[in-house]
């Protein structure tokens, strides 16, 4: 049989569309259906890179006896949290303030009135480790439903009530100083791991936003730590197993505080934020290493991500067939002394496993290793490595591949314009800005509407059912601005401009505060609302810098105050958790460099001193510094208005705060002036 999810858009919800237990997705209906049968209703809440999700559906949702107690006693509702963040959220926010921990997959039961009443994470199918197994968990909700509904109810109406009362209140809508931002990064100098590289401790996290935020302080104040920390974390990410040394890319998180074993799933956002992250640590510092992940991370995106449409997929698996037909974690990514020797001969296997630290016992399961790039004496011939790292890589693609979640999330592709057009432009890869204008034109095409709302998702071009969250209208405008900056097109400019209408007018309230989701979206138990960076920059802070930086290109008071308003959180929040609000941090500091706004003007797009000028401004470490780029006397964008050649030769505008540099036709004073 097949139950309800068999027409839904995501793989996640489409891997459970043949299990026994009546799934249905989430939806009015549902709860109407719970109501007529006067039962409770099961949320099983997961994402299909999700490991310990598979293993609680093979155990329990595909089992017979398991699935017909479900039936005859729930309504069962699966939800993919990376299609429905904001009922994630909310129920998330639920199981923390309940159990003080939480997790996925999620599993809460809900009155009727999807009110929450009993949470828990993952459950066994028997009971172990002082858990109940998940049918004793049934058999209990069941029974307190059965024999105790008024218990039930007033427990449910009780979180219900404390939710709502966990409004947040951020004092004054300023946003931060000099004293704060300089309070955050001396919490991030405790929190730094000196020896290791990163914040905290395992897992170990990669801390994109943070870096941001570091760099683009040492470009404002000169820190010399504020760099150290963040090229020396990105050189030990980059040096650890967390990254993939054949493919390029980097996994979702460390286990270990050493970076060494990866949980091996490749997540967009990820890859994303983290490409980008590099190619400006390399426009600050030139390092080459720099330059190398961010050109092999984009590579590995278009290589591994691109979709037949010209989006972006969500994730790759972590697990995969190890060739026994077993599915094992990391399976496509470890490798043996042995694996190495059949691949490349016992002389090439040895100086492959001294590269890449590969060891007799190994340095993850089972004997076999993750391939990093330990830091050692002696020097290697270039050409040797090329040519083991070129037939390893060979080998591996013969491996059976790990799962593709394809869906296109809206904010995650536009996190990955914005990575893929700047670095394209630094590196002189038009093909990777190609790549980027690809998949905005998708957005454009199947992800708005005639009002320019937003749908979250899409798969196979096919638009999903679910609208767009404040992450979304955020990180897409982010992407087209960047694009804008990168392709002199004011196209991207306009679309960014319709979005953040939408932020102004939908997600933000009187005080200025802003809500993850808009106010005539779905009503859920509560409105969600985060202003912290997860693993992606909270829309919350991600619109204060797209509003930031559409308010420097067109000069628009409306954008630039609401920006301002919303940075009221980071002065709050910056010197208390300064990791999680990297992203908040990085835009105040755009906030107080001014941003400043730079116009090139050209006799035509094609012309070469005009073009060197264009890249020289995109290559400025000016925070959140804007540029347009066009023909003297185009309407293409506001600032190059008046804007004249001089002396008929190509010219570069710098300005901040209302007041403006003498035009220069020099890229070395450009330079010099967006670099200061």
């Known amino acids: 049989m097949s139950n309800r999810l068999a027409h839904e858009t995501s793989p996640y919800l489409l891997q459970h569309a043949d299990n026994p237990v009546d799934w249905w997705p989430w939806s009015d209906e549902a709860f109407e259906e719970a109501r007529r049968r006067d039962v409770p209703v099961l949320l099983s809440v997961g994402y299909s890179s999700c490991h310990w999700c598979h293993v609680m559906a093979h155990e329990s949702f595909e089992d017979g006896p398991t699935a017909e107690f479900l039936n005859s006693h729930f309504v069962s509702v699966k939800v993919d949290r990376e299609e429905r963040p904001d009922v994630d959220a909310v129920y998330m926010e639920a199981v923390q303030a309940a ?150 890319g980097f996994a979702r998180y460390s286990v270990d505080r050493e970076w060494v074993v990866p949980h091996f799933e490749k997540m967009l956002y990820d890859n994303a934020l983290l490409c980008r992250v590099y190619a400006h640590l390399w426009r600050s510092t030139g390092s080459d290493l720099a330059r190398r992940v961010a050109l092999e991370t ?72 993750v391939l990093q790039l330990p830091q050692q004496e002696g020097v290697f011939d270039a050409e040797r490595i090329a040519s083991v790292r070129e037939r390893l890589l060979a080998a591996r693609a013969g491996r059976p591949a790990p799962g593709r979640d394809d869906k296109v999330v809206a904010a995650w592709n536009g996190l990955a314009i ?49 609208a767009g969250v404040l992450e979304d209208y955020a990180d897409v405008a982010e992407g087209f601005l960047a694009l804008a900056s990168v392709t002199g097109e004011g196209v ?29 979206a779905e009503q859920l138990i509560r409105r969600p609302q985060d202003p912290t960076d997860n693993a992606t920059p909270s829309g919350w802070t991600a619109a204060a810098g797209a509003l930031l930086s559409y308010a420097a290109h067109t000069g628009s008071e409306p954008h630039r105050t609401a920006a301002e308003h919303a940075l009221g959180v980071v002065k709050a929040l910056g010197p208390r958790v300064p990791r999680f609000v990297g992203w908040g941090l990085a835009a105040a500091e755009a906030l107080l460099d001014g941003p ?30 804007v540029v347009a780029f066009g023909v003297e006397g185009s309407d293409e964008f506001p600032l190059l208005a008046d804007r004249p050649l001089v002396g008929g030769a190509p010219a570069a505008y710098v300005c901040r705060n209302f007041t403006c540099d003498a035009p220069t036709t020099d890229p070395e004073r450009l330079r010099a002036a967006l670099n200061s």
């Open 99 to 248: 159990t003080g921990q939480g997790g996925w997959p999620m599993t809460v039961f809900l009155t009727p009135d999807a009110e929450p009443f009993y949470f828990g994470t993952y459950y066994p199918p028997e009971p172990r480790h002082g858990m109940p197994s998940f049918r004793q968990v049934l058999q209990g909700v069941h029974q307190a439903w059965a024999e105790r509904r008024d218990e039930v109810t007033e427990v449910a109406g009780k979180i219900v009530r404390d939710l709502a009362g966990r409004e947040i209140s951020y004092g004054d809508a300023q946003p931060p100083g000099e004293a704060e931002l300089g309070q955050a990064l001396l919490g991030l100098t405790r929190e730094y791991d000196a020896q290791r590289g990163g914040f905290g401790g395992a897992p170990k996290f990669p801390p994109s936003m943070v870096v941001e935020f570091l760099l683009r302080h040492h470009a404002r104040t000169g820190a010399d730590g504020a760099l150290q920390m963040a090229a020396d974390t990105c050189e030990r990410m980059a040096r650890g197993g967390i990254y993939d040394q054949l493919g390029g």
């Open 298 to 369: 984009a590579d590995f995106m278009v290589r591994e991500l691109r979709t037949a449409e010209g989006g972006f997929a969500s994730a790759l698996d972590a697990d995969s067939d190890d060739g026994t037909g077993k599915h094992v974690e990391g399976a496509y990514y470890v490798w043996t002394p042995a694996q190495l020797t059949e691949v490349l001969g016992a002389e090439d296997a040895e100086l492959a496993a001294r590269y890449f630290g590969v060891t007799q016992e190994g340095t993850f399961e089972h004997g076999s290793s």
């Open 418 to 466: 914005a990575a893929l057009a700047e670095t394209g432009a630094y590196f002189e890869r038009p093909d990777l800005v190609e790549a980027a204008v690809a998949a905005a034109d998708l957005l454009v095409r199947l992800h708005l509407d005639e009002q320019v709302r937003l749908t979250r998702t899409s798969k196979d071009g096919r638009a999903g059912g679910n």
């Open 492 to 520: 991207w400019l306009d679309f960014a401009g319709l979005l953040l209408d939408h932020v102004l007018t939908r997600f933000t309230d009187d005080s200025g505060s802003l809500y993850d989701t808009a106010a005539d």
């Open 596 to 625: 400043r706004e730079v116009a090139v003007v050209g006799p035509g797009p094609a012309d070469s001193a005009a073009r060197g000028l264009h890249r020289t401004a995109l290559l400025g470490t000016a925070p959140g510094a």
